[in-house]
């Protein structure tokens, strides 16, 4: 049974509402309340913090292999930066018109959106040279770090799904083997394309705030990883430019449905995303034979194979890819550890 005990407008009309609907509209209230208390008052220490965090994710997006989403979701703030990114729309703009620039910039978290971006653009213009450096000098050792923190990123992953069943089980097939054949692909030759870029910056920025997908291996899967390296090492605003649109424009249409896929398939998702960042693996292996190599332009476009340590051709560095990997592996889990303790 229920009693009608007051109105409700609804598009403008004075609509009766039940008892039943009354704890309904209860009940939305307090989720939305608790959406917007994902958008935190903070100090300046702890934006310190929020910076700090945003380094990380920008050290992760140099790394083709570990995710600046999987670096958000253990530090605790991926919810937020998704809800926060959710708010970048036109109805924000109409309550800056409306409201003025205080409460948009509230409404926008924006303080939190901002903190975040300065640690991940201190991150990627002071270390970019440091790690084109490694790869082209250390690059087993390298990759070994990369490899341990990607199979970390498949473990982290996995343990956020909480119901095993069969189609969780053949979804992470089908995305290790999608994956896999992906990585198998020989990169686009078209990788200095301003077009290219601007679609890869689009698909990498979806990438980032993937928990457990990296920017920087979609963008190496594409073929256009050291061109963005050397574009941020030199300063060549151009291509910078055009992948800074493309990511743009990728995430202000990509963060609606990831958002709408975590809340209403979160499950599927995370198998889908564990399966694909296990298939990944197969690209990030430290020891390869080269193929091929083209020259397109002033860039070096590599076609290689994975093989045994035991079967490299050169000094196999086994001792040290094994502490790399171990490191890279551990990191995950110390970032997660001391997450869940702050």
Request: with cysteine; net charge positive.
């Amino acid at each position: 049974m229920s009693f009608k005990l007051g109105k409700y407008t609804i598009m403008g009309k004075l609509v009766p509402i039940s008892c039943n609907s009354k704890i309904l509209f209860l009940y939305l209230f307090l989720e939305s309340q608790m959406q917007t208390n994902h958008m935190k008052t903070r100090s300046m220490l702890q934006y310190l913090f929020v910076t700090l965090k945003g380094m990380a994710m920008g050290v992760a997006e140099l790394v083709p292999g570990v995710s600046g989403g999987t670096i958000a979701f253990v530090a605790g703030i991926y919810e937020e930066l998704i809800a926060s990114i959710n708010k970048v729309n036109l109805k924000s703009l109409q309550i800056w018109r409306e409201k003025g620039f205080k409460v948009f910039w509230t409404e926008l978290n924006g303080n939190f959106l901002v903190a975040l971006a300065l640690g991940m653009a201190l991150s990627i213009f002071s270390l970019s040279r440091g790690i084109s450096w490694l790869l082209e000098n250390e690059p087993i050792p390298l990759w070994s770090f990369f490899f341990g923190l990607v199979l970390a990123s498949v473990v982290f992953v996995g343990k956020a799904i909480k119901k095993w069943n069969f189609i969780a089980i053949l979804l992470l097939i089908i995305g290790a083997v999608v994956a896999y054949f992906i990585t198998t692909l020989p990169p686009s030759a078209n990788s200095d394309s301003l077009p290219f870029l601007f679609f890869s910056g689009a698909l990498a920025i979806c990438a980032m705030i993937l928990p457990g997908i990296s920017g920087s291996f979609i963008l190496v899967l594409l073929g256009s990883y050291k061109t963005v390296l050397d574009a941020v090492d030199e300063r060549d605003f151009k291509i910078l430019a055009t992948v800074a649109l493309g990511a743009l424009f990728g995430l202000l249409s990509f963060a609606k449905l990831l958002k709408w896929m975590f809340d209403n398939h979160k499950n599927i998702t995370l198998a889908v995303l564990t399966g694909f960042i296990l298939g990944s693996l197969n690209k990030i292996w430290p020891w390869k034979n080269i193929l091929e190599t083209r020259t397109i332009g002033k860039k070096i476009i590599v076609i290689d194979e994975n093989i045994s340590p035991f079967s490299f051709d050169g000094e196999p560095q086994i001792l040290a890819a094994i502490v790399a990997a171990i490191i890279g592996f551990s990191l995950i889990f110390i970032l997660e550890k001391v997450a869940s303790q702050k």
